[in-house]
């Protein structure tokens, strides 16, 4: 049997080494890096402590606040177009005026309504077209637009919101349509009463004659309470042709005394400029009152002397022209003062801040109010008439 040659397994390869570096005594140490370069390992340096910022040439009087608030300016909106401008009761863009001017309120105005209107799901053309400006313009304030959308929840208000005089004035008061129902209420009762007082027996029998005045009567508390109420100017802009005088009447307020919205101010000229201009107003409205109600009254006088001849002696005729003057000169003085400050002192400025959340009692003290007004208004109209002449005071016999 062959026996089996233990071979013994390769020695392993010698590693080969590099000759030892030779020895080249005292040699500059840059020859020594050329003839044995070393690789270069990258070497991160970090800091034991953070870096100092360089001193600034000025030092802050305190530290600043930790942390640090980040500030968004509001951005500035473009110009408004000139079709905008000038259109309120505050004589901006209008030297004629004499008004103290928007200011920079306008396009926070407008920023704040339209937010609302976002807020409320509604568009800017789902307003009428002189809310819609006045929203544009910056001329109304977001309490407005609110206001605006819960009148037309009602069906009544939605219909009066249709016409203009109406929205300006339910706008700027939203009780204004009880305290129309209040005055005309109270001068129904009042003058029914004063012609039960004055005919007694022939009431019933001159019931012609009490309607018309009746009638009148109702006409004239209806502007009384309509024309010297506060409002929300949505008039649109005059001509730039229109001459001074009705530029200035343009830009003052429907109350003298009224409060002014947001970014909007009236001058002293402008605020009495409201008093000449309803004055002139209710002068018209009380003189062609007079005249219609004491031509009714004639006429339905001279119809019963023809009737009956007993009655030329007893009845006299009333003298149309002179007491419609009478009348008319009365509502434009004193009827207009009494309600410009009763509708812009007492009530917009004293009980409405004081009983803002309290509608019922705030109600009731305008009836009351208004109730003693008229009161007051009838017992100044019996002097004013006897004075002028137009009411002789019957001498007992």
């Known amino acids: 049997m062959a026996t089996l040659a233990r071979c013994s397994p390769p020695p392993p390869p010698r590693r080969a080494t590099s000759p030892a570096p030779p020895r080249h005594?005292?040699?500059?140490?840059?020859?020594?890096?050329?003839?044995?370069?070393?690789?270069?390992?990258?070497?991160?340096?970090?800091?034991?402590?953070?870096?100092?910022?360089?001193?600034?040439?000025?030092?802050?009087?305190?530290?600043?606040?930790?942390?640090?608030?980040?500030?968004?300016?509001?951005?500035?909106?473009?110009?408004?177009?000139?079709?905008?401008?000038?259109?309120?009761?505050?004589?901006?863009?209008?030297?004629?005026?004499?008004?103290?001017?928007?200011?920079?309120?306008?396009?926070?105005?407008?920023?704040?309504?339209?937010?609302?209107?976002?807020?409320?799901?509604?568009?800017?053309?789902?307003?009428p077209s002189d809310l819609a400006a006045a929203v544009e313009g910056g001329r109304v304030t977001g309490e407005i637009v609110r206001r605006f959308n819960e009148l037309e929840a009602s069906a009544l208000f939605r219909w009066l919101l249709q016409f203009r005089g109406f929205r300006e004035r339910l706008l700027a008061d939203d009780l204004f349509l009880a305290k129309l129902a209040m005055e005309c209420g109270v001068g129904v009762i009042a003058k029914t009463a004063a012609e039960y007082e004055k005919r007694r027996e022939n009431f019933m029998k001159e019931i012609d004659i009490v309607i018309a005045d009746v009638v009148m009567a109702i006409v004239a508390d209806f502007m009384l309470v309509y024309l010297p109420a506060p409002t929300v100017s949505l008039q649109p802009p005059l001509a730039r042709n229109a001459g001074a005088i009705a530029n200035f009447f343009h830009n003052c307020p429907d109350n003298a005394f009224q409060i002014a919205l947001a970014g909007r101010s009236f001058s002293f000229l402008q605020r009495l400029g409201a008093i000449l201009r309803n004055g002139a107003k209710l002068f018209a409205v009380g003189t062609t009152a007079s005249l219609i109600g004491t031509g009714v009254t004639n006429a339905s006088i001279k119809a019963r002397k023809a009737v009956d001849k007993d009655l030329e002696d007893e009845v006299e005729d009333i003298p149309v022209v002179s007491t419609s003057v009478a009348y008319g000169v009365y509502m434009a003085i004193s009827s207009n003062l009494r309600y410009q400050i009763l509708a812009g002192v007492i009530e917009q400025r004293m009980l409405e801040p004081l009983l803002h959340n309290h509608k019922l009692l705030l109600s009731a003290m305008c009836f009351a109010i208004r109730t003693g007004n008229t009161f007051l208004g009838s017992l100044l109209w019996v002097d004013y008439a006897r004075w002028v002449g137009v009411q002789k005071v019957k001498e007992e016999a």
């Open 25 to 127: 005594g005292l040699l500059p140490r840059a020859l020594l890096f050329a003839l044995h370069p070393v690789p270069l390992q990258p070497r991160i340096l970090l800091p034991s402590h953070p870096p100092r910022l360089p001193h600034l040439p000025f030092s802050f009087s305190r530290a600043l606040p930790l942390p640090l608030r980040l500030r968004i300016t509001r951005p500035i909106l473009p110009a408004l177009s000139s079709s905008f401008s000038g259109g309120g009761g505050d004589g901006h863009n209008n030297n004629s005026g004499g008004g103290d001017g928007e200011g920079d309120a306008g396009p926070d105005n407008r920023g704040e309504a339209l937010f609302v209107l976002a807020q409320l799901g509604r568009k800017l053309d789902s307003l």
